[in-house]
């Protein structure tokens, strides 16, 4: 059946007339180069064949470079260089053709011709509604950004180029509603509505509708392996539930990036860039037409920069101890700390080998930290973080509205990433490869993705190993053994001589970090070298996967009457092939896992009034290998006033949903001190390490308050009701803003327990007896500490609202602001409730940005964030208020194609960090060059 689906739509496409626009990106139509109909090309050059071309300016006789030329219906267009001028080839052998002229912030224009001239001239007034700019990605077609029936934001290629941040994401900070969170200088993730993480993954990213997650952790590694700035169109960013038109992940948004198309935008462009942390930055876009059919197109990038490492040396919300404890505590930014909680059970008779060993009964029920080591001693000289891309693309035009792409590319990065811990992300990247036909009408598109994993390593994992290695070589005794013994051994002592318990507690810590590893110590730098090239669970902390992703979709538009009935009906089909030599997954037979998902959807829409009323329905139906079929629907309504229907109000319902992760499902990684489960089969029965008032265990106490039960994992959704403004208050201002509600349901989280492997309860005999070797010994216990994923039953409940203001006074200056509002609902929490929200109540925007001096381009933008808390799976704490302050400033040089850049991000190098356990994001400032050689 799927093939036979798609045969029949390659069917319809190479029959399809082009009744709609030439699609931008998402497989709608375009009313900019639409409702025409032409024949195709004839293969060879047609003598009747004359250049088009000239010079698109502004009302006032300045020139537009970058402004977009098509041919009415088709795929064939141009774009203007630094001076504004164009050129294509056109046939007039079926009578006049129209040509599309469109500038963001112009009115587009609309040039009949019935002969070859290569000497027009033409001039573009500024939009009365002051933005004419059209998206695909709300309603994947394309329509006006004033009349989209969601939140949605658009960031143009010209912004883009003004994005001073070393992260392009990171930039996305400056709009309304959307939050960033910076790891490490490369990584960063992004989210809409609350629930931020720092790893994006209730919000789906797209690189021209191919996802740039990593097929084996489903996670979006931000534009690290995505694509260069050189060749992005735009950006446009969804907010809210999208799995209408998305299905899976998008519970909280889209942001998908569109490539500029080489038939449109063909010539050289690079970019050089140098700065501060020894930033060295260099791009190459290089796109050409061979003859009418054919075009090429080739991009390049690498970065190198001294990453900025986290140095949060405060206890977490976790830690047993206070920060400064003589008992040691559990650091934000120190990793590997192990734990020892000294009870009666380890108290050891003497043998003919061993003395008697007895812990003091003061310390008993006391938990002693071991301190780790810290980020800057893990990485060592591996400071730098670094990415390279690589892009090749061929298009050849089947025919005027019918378009094949072929397309390869690889991008590889080394930053740091954090999730349940930091983790060194060195040579980590996708392979990805495309094949897209597409036309007015709808689209076939087909692409795999491979990730891998180069020498990651995990810092925590890297720190508990060291603590966890022999004194020496050879010897039995490790080190955390030999610091909790003497740690006991001297508090004994000191104790005996009648020291105070506080005095007794601060010799032992003294004289237990005394026999710590250190890391100037030459053992060190030869353990850690070992530990991070082996990939064995428990044995060392090199991360080990190589997953597959495999994605065909098809989607078709018909127009249902000549009353405004429009129609989309599309189909996705995607496997997972996930491989980790059971490092990873539970692939422990050698054979790859495969997993599947499936949709199909619809969307609906009617224009009454005169077109002014809008109304869009949408569904779609998904299917899963592990889980039930899952229904989102969304209903939305855009009603347009005024003249120029410059006032677009909007409402729209939309349900959304979220699927467990592959890790979620299918993990399996044993590190020795515990075992990390996906959660898919029949669930798990266990017990929790504290009851309900609170308590640790301690064997004779009763096990019934300490019992937890995870049923097998099913998908997280979210219900959402928004309202919304678009338009031009008066004229010059422009305003956006929107309201919502949501609800959420079935939480996807993680928890640890103690329990059994295979899914049952440990019995009381069990876990007593797993106690003595902390549940590490299978010969004594078969009890582990298992961490898997479950859902949370607790409905949570959100709302919030945006509203931004834009001036545009003249060319030279453009002055606004924006303010995000989000409440968590804590009504119906339970006390000590851990929703994972993390998002600051209050945040706002101010920026301003033009040209002066005709050739002198601006932009400056100043973000505050409020303080709030933040429940990571790495660290629990508080994320203190932060702002920062980016500028950017641009002089072209028409005559040369050349723009001098020089941009700073965080300008008063403000104490800037974005997740708990992150770094500080400082200042960070360039100079460059931009070339653009049409």
Known sequence: MQHAYSALLVAALLQAQPLLAAPAGGGGGNPHRAVAKRKAAANNPDPTERVVGGVVLTNTGEPLPGATVFIK???????????????????????????????????????????????????LEPSVNLLNDLVVSASRVEENILRAPVTIDKVSGRQIERISTPEVLAGLGQLPGVDVNSASMLFTSISTRGFNTAKSERVIQLVDYMDTALPSLNLSPGNLVGIPELDMESIEIIHGPASALYGANALSGVILFNSKDPFVYDGLSVRLRGGQRNLLDGQLRYAQKIGKKFAIKLNASAFQADDWLADNFAATGSSANPAGSALGYDAVSRHGELSNVYS??????????????????????????????????????????????????????????????????????????????????????????????????????????????????????????????????GSNVRYYQQYFFVYNDVYSRARALNASPADAQAAAQKAADGTQLKSTDPRYATLREQIINDDQPGRGAQQNFNSFLNDISAQRGFNLSDFGTDMIVGAAYREYRLGSGGKLFADTDGKRIRNREMGVYSQLTQTLLNERLKLALAGRVDDFKNFGPAFSPRAAAVYSLGETKQHNFRASYGQAFRSPSQPDQYLRSDVGSFILLGNVGSGFEGYNFTNKEGQPYMPGMSLDGFQVTLPKLKLERVSTVEVGYKGAIIPNVYVDASYFRSRYNDFIGGTAFVGNVDGTRPTQQQVNAGLASSFTDANASPARVIFASFNNSQEVRTQGATFGLTYYLNKALNIGGNYSLNVLDKSNLPAGFRTFFNTPKHKYNLLASGTVLRNLTYSLNYRWIEGHQQEMPFATGRVNTYSTTDAYLGYTLPKLATTIQTGVSNVFDANNVQIIGGPQIGRLAYVGLLINVK
Do not use: C, W
């Open 73 to 123: 219906g088709t795929f064939i267009g141009t774009s203007t260089n630094q001076v504004g001028k164009f050129g294509l080839d056109a046939t007039f052998e079926n009578g006049p053709i129209e040509l599309i002229v469109a500038y963001v912030g112009y009115e587009s224009q609309l040039v009949q011709l019935t002969q070859a001239n290569n000497l027009l001239s033409i001039k």
């Open 344 to 473: 009666p059970f380890q108290n050891r008779p003497a043998t003919p080998t061993t003395p008697e060993y007895r812990v003091h009964p003061e310390l008993y029920g006391k938990t002693v930290y071991m301190p780790g080591f810290n980020e800057q001693e893990l990485i060592g000289n591996d400071q730098k973080t670094k990415s390279y891309r690589v892009q090749g693309a061929v298009s050849y035009l089947i025919k005027d509205d019918l378009k094949l792409t072929l397309e390869a590319k690889r991008g590889v990065g080394t930053s740091t990433y954090q999730n349940l811990s930091r983790f060194r992300i060195k040579g980590l990247g996708t392979n990805q490869y495309r094949a897209e036909l597409k036309n007015s009408k709808g689209f076939i598109r087909a692409y795999s993705t491979e990730d891998f994993t180069g020498n990651s390593y995990e810092l925590s994992q890297l720190s508990a190993l060291l603590l966890n290695s022999p004194t020496a070589e």
